[in-house]
Each structure stands twice: as C-alpha cells, then as structure tokens.
Nanobody, 118 residues
Framework: QVQLVESGGGSVQAGGSLRLSCAAS????????MGWFRQAPGKEREGVAI????????YYADSVKGRFMLSEARAKNSVLLQMSSLKPEDTAMYYC???????????WGQGTQVTVSS
C-alpha cells in the first residue's frame, strides 16, 4: 500500500508563502502522475497543480497560475508545491494524490491545512 504524507501547511498572512511537500512511501510511485488538490469548506475538491507523466506536462488551475509551482524532489521521493502571494481564498485543506489511471487517482494523502488571513 502506497502512503502519501503531506507536510508544510500552516497559517500565513495574505501575500505570504508556503511550501507543501508530498512524500511517497515507495519510490516507484513518484514515477507516475502526481497532483495537488484542495477543498475549502462547503466547496468541491479542485485540482490545483497536476504533473502528468504521460505527456510530461504540468497543469495549474487558473486561480493559482503564476503564484504556485509544482516541482519534484526525487531524492526524497517527493513532489513540492511552492505557493506564493497567497490569498485568503487559497484557504483550504490541501491533498496530494498519485497514480492516475483511467481518470481515477488511486492514492491520496491525509491532507494538510493551509489558512491565509487577510
């Protein structure tokens, strides 16, 4: 069973930065598509930044383009999400997911809370 462990969440003021990390328990799974999602209270979960291995592209939601950047830390079996110029509307639980097959993400982390105050 692959485990994904997120870290790096916290509380910051608007305009601040945070870096989230998602570590996979097995090296193999960092070779697959991995993504960051978020869910705010009362809202549906949305994809924020997704690394697609098949075509080697990275997707960013329009709301975070230019502010968030997904990168890899292969030595640590991790993917990172650098978040800058944070806004109160970025407040949400952020989840890491891995292994995308047929439109389904098979593994999810427990989530890390990000709170941005104005």
């Amino acid at each position: 069973q692959v485990q994904l462990v997120e870290s790096g969440g916290g509380s910051v003021q608007a305009g601040g930065s945070l870096r989230l990390s998602c570590a996979a328990s097995e090296y193999t799974y960092i070779e697959y598509s991995m993504g960051w999602f978020r869910q705010a209270p009362g809202k549906e979960r949305e994809g924020v930044a997704i690394l697609y291995r098949g075509n080697r592209t990275t997707y960013y939601a329009d709301s975070v383009k230019g502010r968030f950047m997904l990168s890899e830390a292969r030595a640590k079996n991790s993917v990172l999400l650098q978040m800058s110029s944070l806004k109160p509307e970025d407040t949400a639980m952020y989840y890491c997911a891995a292994y995308l097959v047929g439109g389904k993400w098979y593994y999810w982390g427990q989530g890390t809370q990000v709170t941005v105050s104005s």
